[in-house]
């Protein structure tokens, strides 16, 4: 939303018109889908004068060389026919988003989420509904990317019902959901992921040494207070007072008190979240559930995880589901296959605009340019011959830098992890592979919240556009920007105190490589 010029003597803060300035300019920017075809051309032409250049970088692991692949070339125009429809069915964000607004149809349409909300805010303090709702981003990692599908647009309902900005709300949720990536309260998907990158990395210069999936726990922990510290502070201090009083045409949920058919209502949708937590517990919790690994018993790596979301859209349809028939919004199929039309008809943008994201992301992927870029990226950094803090903090800014190009956390680090953890390991003292992969992680979490190659950026522009079809990437961009600066300062010290007191990042995760005599 562009800014109306000052028409006070008195100055906004360098810090908030610089952001107004980054609005305005973003939201000068095309439309969402219009800007990310022209990225996607833009990559056409970097290839082509990439391959000119004969760009190209040699692989950290087996040295082999990585060239840059040319859109233009005749292999390269016959790769962009022939995957033009693969890129735009394959993109996660695409499956996730649809499959799990079934269940949220429901819920929504049945009138669920609507009594939610009114109860939260009837029943909750309102001095600690921004903390919760940071919280419960942190806590949404365990849901895989759940968090960004719902989490998001429910913090923005959430605030505008309590007569709060809604672009507030989304933002809370965002800096947990996405900016808190590498905070944790509990062991994850991606953990064992990272983990094994490291330790095939440290195996370089000790061939047996081990890292296992919870050498960052107790950092990850501790890191979660620092997301929601600054998430509350910079929401309420910063983000809040910026975008003052709401004054668009979004239909805001009136909040009366509840009856008791809504009640009876909450109640039964309870008991049907209980049950279907219960039949998902059981498939897999026993050493013979039906949802582990058929030939490991293994949980993490396993058809549940794999299969979350269709967890989650159970979550949600039936709770709805019991809900609408308790209060009569749902008489029978009709009903339900009406809330589900209604749900999907509101997803026409997005759809448009992931189409073209798609394309950008995997040109990107295809050309090669991502990955060069990585390694030279890593290259330059050990090249300067910083050693100590400043070159954990360099790494921490590099690994920032390079998420504003690569989107995927396990990719960047399978290019990184091979370059900087047997450096690390090198120097005197050595530093244990966990360091490298607390300080990746957090380089890795905060530039999330502004940069396009995140995978769901495109799904928080159809978020804001809700409230505001004026709200654009620069909308977004200048509102989480004070989020990344605040994260990247105060968990990157964190970083530097946890070094400086010498404490285990998790069990067997010291920060130096204990060494025997």
Not at 2 to 29: Q, S, W
Not at 53 to 63: L, N, Q
Not at 450 to 456: A, E, H, L, R
Not at 460 to 468: L, M, S, W
Request: charged letters at 10%; hydrophobic letters at 50%; proline letters at 6%.
């Amino acid at each position: 939303m562009e800014k109306a010029p000052e028409t006070t003597n008195e100055k906004r803060p360098f810090f908030l018109r610089m952001l107004d300035y980054v609005e305005v300019i973003g939201n000068r920017l095309p439309h969402p889908a219009t800007l990310f075809a022209g990225l996607a051309f833009l990559v056409v032409i970097l290839s082509w004068l990439a391959h000119l250049a004969g760009t190209s970088a040699a692989h950290p692991v087996d040295g082999y060389t990585i060239h840059s692949k040319n859109l233009l070339s005749s292999e390269g125009i016959r790769w962009i026919y022939e995957n033009i429809l693969h890129n735009f069915l394959r993109f996660p964000p695409l499956g996730y988003v649809l499959v799990v607004m079934i269940g949220i149809g429901v819920a929504e349409g049945s009138g669920l989420f609507a009594t939610m909300i009114r109860a939260l805010v009837l029943g909750a303090p309102k001095r600690l509904i921004t903390g919760a709702i940071v919280l419960a981003g942190i806590i949404s990692h365990l849901a895989a990317e759940a968090g960004y599908v719902i989490l998001i647009p429910l913090g923005a309902m959430i605030f505008h019902a309590l007569g709060r900005h809604p672009m507030a709300g989304l933002a809370a949720a965002f800096v947990g959901v996405s900016g808190g990536f590498g905070a944790s309260f509990f062991i994850g998907s991606i953990d064992p992921i990272l983990a094994g990158i490291s330790e095939s990395a440290a195996q370089m210069i000790i061939p047996d040494m081990v890292v296992n999936p919870a050498v960052n726990y107790y950092f990850m922990i501790v890191s979660c207070f620092v997301v929601l510290g600054v998430g509350v502070y910079v929401t309420e201090k910063i983000v809040e007072p910026r975008l003052g009083p709401y004054h668009g045409t979004a239909e805001r949920m009136p909040i009366v008190q509840l009856t008791d058919m809504e009640r009876k209502g909450l109640r039964n949708a309870g008991w049907a979240l209980l049950v279907t937590l219960i039949l998902l517990a059981i498939s897999v919790i026993p050493e013979n559930g039906i949802l582990r690994d058929p030939a490991t018993g293994d949980v993490l790596h396993s058809p549940f995880f794999r299969g979350i979301i269709i967890g989650i859209l159970l979550m949600f349809f039936f709770p709805g589901l019991a809900y609408g028939i308790t209060v009569g919004t749902i008489k029978n199929d009709k009903d339900v296959a009406g809330h589900l039309s209604k749900s999907m008809s509101t997803m026409g943008s997005y759809i448009v605009l992931v189409f073209f994201a798609a394309q950008f992301v995997y040109f990107f992927n295809y050309s090669n340019l991502g990955i060069i870029f990585a390694i030279k990226g890593a290259n330059t950094l050990q090249s300067i011959g910083l050693t100590g803090i400043p070159l954990i903090v360099g790494f921490v800014m590099l690994s920032a830098f390079i998420n504003m190009f690569m989107g995927s956390a396990s990719a960047k680090w399978a290019i990184m992890a091979p370059v900087f953890i047997p450096m690390l390991m090198l120097i005197d003292p050595p530093y244990h592979p966990g360091l490298t992969q607390a300080a990746f992680r957090i380089g890795d979490s905060f530039t999330n919240l502004i940069t396009p190659m995140m995978s769901y950026f495109a799904l928080i522009v159809t978020f804001a556009e809700k409230y505001d079809k004026r709200y654009g990437i620069g909308t977004i961009i200048s509102t989480m920007l004070p989020y990344s600066i605040f994260l990247g300062i105060f968990w990157t010290a964190l970083l530097v105190v946890w070094m400086l007191l010498g404490l285990p990042l998790g069990p067997d995760g010291p920060i130096h490589i204990i060494t025997t005599p």
